[in-house]
């Protein structure tokens, strides 16, 4: 009986049993809420779905490439079975984008319990996410990612796990997450009768974004009036406006963690993307919240990536360019490291969400090494990223140095490719200059660019260098050839077809406080751009232009 006891108490130890949600540092959900269980870490749950063979030929035809529009999902009904537990009449439709793979592979899914009978629920869940987790081999970067989230203030649907069985075929290991939808929204907000905008495939707020939940789909005035703040040139009257529809806290909070995390499929950095909002009706404020967390802490960016970087979501940069805003940003993320990022207490998270993975993986022994593997990288991973973060905000960036001609040199290139139309870039040394190339790739159209970085003040700008565009045929588009621009602006303005040398300016404004992003790139199917890395340089040139009042 002791022996038996003793067995009892190890495996309690090894599934969390006993620690509460809130352990190693991250603060317990606020509220009690439906299906604990299921996200606490205990035994991983077991799935078997059943799709009849007409359901499987419609999921068949569902296939989403990455980079190109979504198309239309269709709903198949299953049977999920969870032990002795059945739930008929499950609508499920295969989701992902660039992590997408097809129904007879390693498809992600999403279920919907209450589609066709309205009481029906899975541990008190209408709707729930499996994730494949193709691009996050630990299958801990979701979860240990939400709670990070929620201990600072941020609402996110929780994760678990699960093993999963389609048809009798053993599919593997999910990662379980909770539904966008109103039952999510009552557990974090007073009202759940707000819009939840959906940004998870990609736009900004700009955009016509998708409804998750709505009571009024056609009512937008909410977004718009959001959009209208951030734009509003003048910084003192933005932050104003911004306070009036924006949640400021819980999005500098948002902002925060998301650098913190090295998230670049984002918002604050990513296209946007993998984000939702939702206006609050009862405090009549907008609330970002994340989504798609798998590629966290160096995985796609550098583990050394700037805490101050080019904020490419319009409301990040609107607001965080407000210089009080920008140190408020910082002062709050030296609070989000300082009580949720000690490093001792997220390795001992990791290990208490691990060892149920380790039980579910233990008939698998190779799927069990390439996880054991990867744990130990995400750690390292964590440990070089809570280091820079920690160096940069005691060493925080310094604005470009202008010499007594209001000029700054600029350095630190780095190339980076067009995500769908790739090109290549290299450095070489031509005529006793140091040159910066593009490379058309493939015959096809390409763009890439060279990037660097400097932080400016309010001023007027101009963006100056060299640059000759080489082979670009007789057929060439008059959008091919090579352009300077900053970041966020992708208008032709600049380009130049020339095979010689040539100096081109690119002006801009920066209204408060920016960390600009400068693009030197080249367009075309073949050929390629040059730029001459001595010449480019910045011109500071007084105030920022005054912009005509807009009637509204």
Same mark, same amino acid.
């Given at each position: 009986?002791?022996?038996?006891?003793?067995?009892?108490?190890?495996?309690?130890?090894?599934l969390?049993?006993?620690?509460?949600?809130?352990?190693?540092?991250l603060?317990?959900?606020?509220?009690?809420?439906?299906?604990?269980?299921l996200?606490?870490?205990?035994?991983?749950?077991?799935l078997q779905?059943?799709i009849?063979?007409?359901?499987?030929?419609?999921?068949?035809?569902?296939?989403?490439?990455?980079g190109?529009?979504?198309?239309?999902?269709?709903?198949v009904q299953?049977?999920?079975?969870?032990?002795?537990?059945v739930?008929?009449n499950?609508?499920?439709?295969?989701k992902g984008?660039?992590?997408f793979?097809?129904?007879?592979?390693?498809?992600?899914?999403?279920?919907?319990?209450d589609?066709v009978?309205a009481?029906?629920?899975?541990?008190?869940?209408?709707?729930?996410?499996?994730?494949n987790s193709?691009?996050d081999?630990?299958?801990?970067?979701?979860?240990?990612?939400?709670?990070?989230?929620?201990?600072?203030?941020?609402p996110?649907?929780?994760?678990?796990?699960?093993?999963?069985?389609?048809?009798?075929?053993?599919v593997?290991?999910?990662?379980?997450?909770?539904?966008?939808?109103?039952?999510?929204?009552?557990?974090?907000?007073?009202?759940?009768?707000?819009?939840?905008?959906?940004?998870?495939s990609?736009?900004?707020?700009?955009?016509?974004?998708?409804?998750?939940s709505?009571e009024?789909?056609?009512?937008?005035?909410?977004?718009?009036?959001l959009?209208?703040?951030?734009?509003?040139p003048?910084?003192?009257?933005?932050?104003?406006?911004?306070?009036?529809?924006?949640?400021v806290d819980r999005?500098?909070?948002?902002a925060?963690?998301e650098? *913190?995390m090295?998230?670049w499929?984002?918002?604050? *950095?990513?296209?946007?993307?993998?984000?939702?909002?939702?206006?609050?009706?009862?405090r009549?404020?907008m609330?970002f919240?994340?989504?798609g967390?798998?590629?966290?802490?160096?995985?796609?960016?550098?583990?050394s990536?700037?805490?101050?970087?080019?904020?490419t979501g319009?409301?990040?940069?609107?607001?965080?360019s407000?210089?009080e805003?920008?140190?408020?940003?910082?002062?709050?993320?030296?609070?989000?490291?300082?009580?949720?990022?000690r490093?001792?207490?997220?390795?001992k998270? *990791?290990?208490?969400i691990a060892?149920?993975i380790?039980?579910?993986?233990?008939?698998d022994?190779?799927?069990?090494a390439e996880?054991e593997?990867?744990?130990q990288?995400?750690?390292?991973?964590?440990?070089a990223r809570l280091?820079?973060?920690?160096?940069?905000?005691q060493h925080?960036?310094?604005?470009l140095?202008f010499?007594s001609?209001?000029?700054?040199?600029?350095?630190?290139?780095r190339?980076?490719?067009?995500l769908?139309?790739?090109?290549?870039?290299?450095?070489?040394r031509?005529?006793?200059?140091?040159?910066?190339?593009?490379?058309?790739?493939?015959?096809?159209?390409?763009?890439?660019?060279?990037?660097a970085?400097?932080?400016l003040?309010?001023?007027h700008? *101009?963006?100056?260098?060299?640059a000759?565009?080489?082979?670009?045929?007789?057929?060439?588009?008059?959008?091919?050839?090579?352009?300077?621009r900053?970041?966020?602006e992708?208008s032709?303005?600049?380009l130049?077809?020339?095979?010689?040398?040539?100096?081109?300016?690119?002006e801009?404004?920066?209204?408060?406080i920016?960390?600009?992003?400068?693009v030197?790139?080249?367009?075309?199917?073949?050929g390629?751009?040059?730029?001459?890395m001595q010449?480019?340089?910045?011109?500071?040139?007084?105030?920022?232009?005054v912009l005509?009042v807009?009637?509204?």
């Amino acid at each position: 009986m002791k022996a038996t006891f003793t067995i009892l108490l190890v495996l309690a130890l090894a599934l969390g049993v006993g620690s509460s949600p809130g352990a190693a540092g991250l603060k317990p959900a606020k509220k009690k809420t439906v299906a604990g269980e299921l996200f606490f870490p205990g035994p991983v749950t077991r799935l078997q779905i059943e799709i009849s063979p007409e359901g499987m030929e419609t999921l068949r035809q569902y296939n989403q490439v990455w980079g190109k529009p979504r198309p239309e999902r269709h709903d198949v009904q299953a049977i999920v079975r969870e032990g002795s537990q059945v739930y008929s009449n499950v609508s499920v439709h295969l989701k992902g984008s660039y992590s997408f793979q097809p129904i007879d592979s390693k498809p992600s899914f999403t279920l919907k319990f209450d589609a066709v009978n309205a009481d029906q629920k899975f541990h008190g869940l209408t709707k729930i996410h499996l994730n494949n987790s193709v691009q996050d081999p630990t299958y801990l970067s979701e979860k240990l990612a939400r709670e990070l989230f929620e201990a600072a203030d941020v609402p996110a649907p929780r994760a678990g796990h699960a093993m999963v069985d389609l048809n009798g075929r053993p599919v593997g290991l999910f990662v379980l997450i909770e539904g966008w939808n109103k039952q999510f929204l009552k557990h974090h907000f007073s009202s759940p009768k707000g819009n939840l905008y959906d940004g998870g495939s990609g736009g900004d707020v700009t955009k016509a974004l998708k409804m998750d939940s709505s009571e009024n789909p056609e009512d937008r005035t909410d977004l718009t009036n959001l959009v209208k703040a951030v734009k509003e040139p003048d910084p003192a009257k933005r932050l104003a406006r911004i306070g009036q529809v924006l949640d400021v806290d819980r999005f500098i909070s948002f902002a925060a963690t998301e650098i *913190i995390m090295c998230n670049w499929d984002g918002y604050s *950095i990513g296209g946007p993307n993998n984000y939702r909002v939702y206006h609050d009706p009862e405090r009549n404020k907008m609330v970002f919240m994340p989504h798609g967390l798998d590629q966290l802490f160096g995985v796609g960016s550098s583990p050394s990536a700037s805490i101050t970087p080019h904020f490419t979501g319009i409301v990040a940069s609107g607001l965080l360019s407000i210089p009080e805003m920008r140190a408020r940003y910082l002062a709050r993320m030296g609070e989000i490291l300082t009580n949720n990022f000690r490093l001792s207490d997220l390795n001992k998270r *990791i290990d208490i969400i691990a060892a149920p993975i380790r039980l579910a993986l233990a008939s698998d022994l190779r799927s069990l090494a390439e996880f054991e593997g990867s744990i130990q990288g995400f750690k390292s991973r964590i440990a070089a990223r809570l280091e820079s973060v920690q160096q940069q905000l005691q060493h925080p960036e310094q604005p470009l140095r202008f010499g007594s001609d209001d000029v700054a040199s600029l350095s630190g290139w780095r190339f980076k490719s067009g995500l769908t139309k790739s090109a290549s870039g290299r450095r070489v040394r031509e005529e006793n200059r140091d040159v910066l190339q593009v490379f058309a790739r493939s015959g096809n159209d390409s763009v890439g660019g060279w990037r660097a970085n400097g932080l400016l003040a309010e001023g007027h700008y *101009i963006f100056s260098g060299r640059a000759r565009a080489d082979g670009l045929g007789d057929n060439a588009s008059k959008t091919n050839g090579v352009i300077l621009r900053v970041s966020g602006e992708r208008s032709p303005k600049g380009l130049s077809r020339n095979a010689e040398w040539t100096t081109m300016n690119y002006e801009f404004d920066v209204r408060g406080i920016m960390d600009v992003e400068f693009v030197c790139e080249f367009r075309g199917a073949q050929g390629s751009g040059s730029f001459d890395m001595q010449s480019l340089k910045v011109m500071r040139k007084g105030p920022p232009a005054v912009l005509p009042v807009k009637e509204e």
